[in-house]
């Protein structure tokens, strides 16, 4: 029998060649409902009796005779994740620390992000009936419908990986499903990323001050840029005393900390109701008693009582947003506000400088990997334009200017 918890079972599942992948994918369709049918005449299923009952329908194949071994194994495994498992014949990749993004576009073709890269692997479902199956089964399980009428699902599994799912009615190659998986591994801390060159020592030494002293921050940058590593990082020299909110549209943060709230977004349900937002979470959490508010993302009218928190005691909160520069994260910050509020930009400007005080830009290498690009300080608004003071980039290092505005760093650092 093949030991699916072993140890070296799941080594062999993260390092099995294509070859085997495509073997294991390629499972008659015809087997999965015939197995079932095997399943539901007994009772008190484990997973070694699954193992078995698979076993044994497989070896009764005629066309098992004429099948090399090697492949007739990775066939049994396949079956196993399929029906036992959260992700099917996704779950090796899950089950890979290396990997951080599945991205599946439609039956065959699946390709990871490992250790920065993307890759194909050779992995295929056997048919789109299967791969809507997943898709389908993946959103029940956190208590959302996918059909025709709402194509479009975004959840969080139970294992904290966050999942996006397209339906074939409006994705053109078939059903789109993609992962982004949170391996369980120890919390990154400023000396690991120090090492990995994503910031220089003295940077980082700036922006530990910077955090302790309760300096408001965003975090800018692109998709997969390492936004939420970086936040994640700068969470950890926050003072063990102090009260935080952690406010996510899905949750993705792993911030460890005594005295924290956790709150999540809730979709509407089939009824259309229930749904709360992000506006909702944040307008709620002043009534929190936060020292400090953190948003893992401004992307909508949150933006208006996150600067509001800012502007009014909640000293050290921080966020993260998505742009390609520090000076674009001002835009798109302005961007976000006007649609939610009707006031004029001039006063938009003033709020926004007034209650953030450093944005931190982070970039995505050729290779792969993450680095802070640049820190600058805001230095309020003159001639219409919010001023920036910037602290650091990563082709000159700290660039020489000091910090015009050090209350904070006075009374806190």
Request: hydrophobic share 35%.
């Amino acid at each position: 029998m093949i030991d699916l918890h072993s140890g070296k079972a799941r080594s062999e599942h993260r390092n099995n060649d294509r070859s085997e992948h495509q073997a294991a994918a390629n499972a008659p369709s015809s087997y999965l409902p015939r197995i079932r049918e095997l399943m539901n005449r007994q009772d008190d299923l484990t997973d070694s009796i699954v193992l078995s009952i698979i076993e044994d329908f497989v070896f009764r194949q005629p066309e098992t005779a004429s099948r090399p071994t090697y492949d007739s194994r990775a066939l049994i495994s396949s079956l196993f994740l399929t029906l036992r498992r959260e992700l099917g014949i996704l779950q090796p990749l899950a089950d890979d620390p290396q990997i951080t993004e599945i991205m599946v576009n439609g039956p065959e073709n699946i390709f990871v992000e490992r250790n920065g890269q993307i890759e194909k692997t050779g992995l295929a479902f056997d048919s789109r009936e299967e791969l809507e199956e997943l898709i389908r089964r993946l959103a029940g399980r956190v208590h959302r419908e996918i059909n025709e009428l709402n194509p479009i699902v975004d959840a969080r599994l139970s294992d904290g990986s966050r999942v996006n799912a397209v339906m074939s009615s409006v994705a053109l190659d078939g059903p789109s499903l993609t992962i982004r998986t949170f391996p369980e591994t120890r919390p990154l801390e400023m000396s690991d990323l120090i090492a990995s060159g994503s910031i220089a020592p003295e940077a980082a030494r700036l922006m530990q001050r910077l955090v302790r002293s309760r300096y408001n921050c965003i975090i800018s940058g692109g998709t997969s840029s390492g936004k939420t590593t970086f936040l994640n990082v700068l969470s950890r020299c926050i003072p063990s005393h102090e009260r935080l909110v952690v406010i996510e549209d899905s949750a993705e943060l792993r911030i460890d900390h005594e005295n924290i709230v956790r709150l999540e977004c809730r979709s509407a349900n089939v009824s259309g109701k229930g749904a709360v937002d992000m506006s909702q979470l944040v307008r709620n959490s002043l009534r929190m008693r936060p020292d400090r508010i953190i948003v893992g993302e401004v992307r909508g009218g949150e933006v208006v009582h996150m600067l509001q928190a800012m502007n009014t005691g909640h000293d050290g909160s921080m966020s993260t947003g998505h742009a390609n520069s520090a000076p674009g994260m001002l835009k798109r910050l302005e961007a976000m506000f006007l649609e939610s509020s009707d006031i004029p930009v001039d006063a938009i400007r003033s709020q926004i400088a007034e209650g953030i005080d450093i944005i931190v830009h982070m970039g995505r290498q050729k290779d792969g990997s993450r680095r802070v690009m640049e820190i600058a300080e805001l230095d309020g608004v003159a001639g219409g334009e919010i001023r920036m003071n910037p602290l650091y980039n990563c082709r000159e290092g700290l660039t020489g200017n000091t910090l015009i505005h050090k209350e904070k760093l006075e009374v806190w650092g």
